[in-house]
Nanobody, 117 residues
Framework: QVQLVESGGGLVQAGGSLRLSCAAS????????MGWYRQAPGKQRELVAI???????DYATSVKGRFTISRDNDKNTVALSMNSLKPEDTAVYYC???????????WGQGTQVTVSS
């Protein structure tokens, strides 16, 4: 099992910044991808950004140029720096980790990000 603990959500005004962090523990495998998804009320969960153990990165089009994902393989953490936040970025943000060989995927409990206009 893998446990993911997120931190860093909160309330911010439009144009502001937040940084989310996620720490993984448990039965961790070296070849993996970590990332962030989000789910707004009444909408499906959607990909925000992912980064794999080889540092390949991908972003949702809506956050490119505003969000930056990074990871520390030694500490098994992933972070999401969010700048120029917009009200449409308001959602619960979930950290995820997936083992690339087994396909097992794990989720954090979610952290609320609210951007006021």
């Amino acid at each position: 099992q893998v446990q993911l603990v997120e931190s860093g959500g909160g309330l911010v005004q439009a144009g502001g910044s937040l940084r989310l962090s996620c720490a993984a523990s448990g039965s961790l495998r070296a070849v993996n991808v970590m990332g962030w998804y989000r789910q707004a009320p009444g909408k499906q969960r959607e990909l925000v950004a992912i980064i794999d153990s080889g540092e390949f990165i991908d972003y949702a089009t809506s956050v490119k140029g505003r969000f930056t994902i990074s990871r520390d393989n030694d500490k098994n953490t992933v972070a999401l720096s969010m700048n120029s936040l917009k009200p449409e970025d308001t959602a619960v943000y979930y950290c995820t980790r997936r083992h690339l060989i087994t396909g097992d995927q794990y989720w954090g409990q979610g952290t609320q990000v609210t951007v006021s206009s």
